[in-house]
Nanobody, 116 residues
């Protein structure tokens, strides 16, 4: 059974930082495409960042220069370091995994609230 569990969300002031973590199980992590998505109130879920099995990364324009996605294959975890947060970053952040099967898996999400 595939499980993705996010942690690290919370309330932070504008300009602050947070580090999200996603613990995984039930997948061959080292060969899995991992990513972070977010969904703000009243908006559709959107991509924040992805990282391939070889460590290549892509970012949404809103995340470039402020967010960093990374992975630890030994710990089977993926991280999202978020700096210079703004109220527009307030959202539920979801961990996403796409193994070689092509099936997408999602975590339950962690809420990040950025106060002005």
């Amino acid at each position: 059974q595939v499980q993705l569990e996010e942690s690290g969300g919370g309330l932070v002031q504008a300009g602050g930082s947070l580090r999200l973590s996603c613990a995984t199980s039930g997948i061959t992590f080292s060969t899995t495409l991992m990513g972070w998505f977010r969904q703000a109130p009243g908006k559709q879920r959107e991509l924040v960042a992805r990282i391939t099995s070889s460590g290549l990364t892509i970012y949404a324009d809103s995340a470039k220069g402020r967010f960093t996605i990374s992975r630890d294959n030994a710990k089977e975890r993926v991280y999202l370091q978020k700096n210079s947060l703004t109220p527009e970053d307030t959202a539920v952040y979801y961990c996403n995994a796409v193994p070689r099967s092509g099936i997408q898996y999602w975590g339950k999400g962690t809420l990040v609230t950025v106060s002005s």
